[in-house]
């Protein structure tokens, strides 16, 4: 499956986005879909998860009541609806796959084996 991350752009403190993850070459109800984020000098870090079989969602502690994942299966494709951004939030966001262990809801990044690209989202004060 080949995935492709969009969405991103400049906002300010307090504005919301909405990240898109679109995938060819496979249906991502075969996978479990997570979205990653990475600042510059950070590790990538888990923001929210999505799995499909078990429609079972998981958000990190710093983003739950405020970001919204979901997928929409006619249109292959799974969102990240990101409200009240914080400036600490600027990152490139990546989307990514796991067929592994689509079960689940992993957090780890090493557990996805797909990844798209990444689109930049930049947070200003």
């Known amino acids: 499956v080949q995935l492709q991350a969009s969405g991103g752009g400049l906002v300010q403190a307090g504005d919301s986005l909405r990240l898109s993850c679109a995938a060819s070459?496979?249906?991502?109800?075969?996978?479990?879909i997570g979205w990653f984020r990475q600042a510059p000098g950070k590790q990538r870090e888990f923001v929210a998860g999505?799995?499909?079989?078990?429609?079972?969602?998981d958000y990190a502690d710093s983003v739950k009541g405020r970001f919204t994942i979901s997928g929409d299966n006619a249109e292959n494709k799974v969102y990240l609806e990101m409200n009240s951004l914080k400036p600490e939030e600027t990152a490139i966001y990546y989307c990514?796959?796991?067929?592994?262990?689509?079960?689940?809801?992993?957090?780890?990044?090493?557990?996805?084996?797909?990844w798209g690209q990444g689109t930049q989202v930049t947070v200003s004060s």
């Open positions: 999505f799995n499909w079989s078990g429609s079972k969602t």
């Open positions: 070459g496979d249906t991502l109800r075969n996978y479990a």
């Open positions: 990514a796959a796991n067929f592994r262990a689509r079960v689940m809801v992993a957090t780890k990044p090493r557990l996805y084996e797909y």
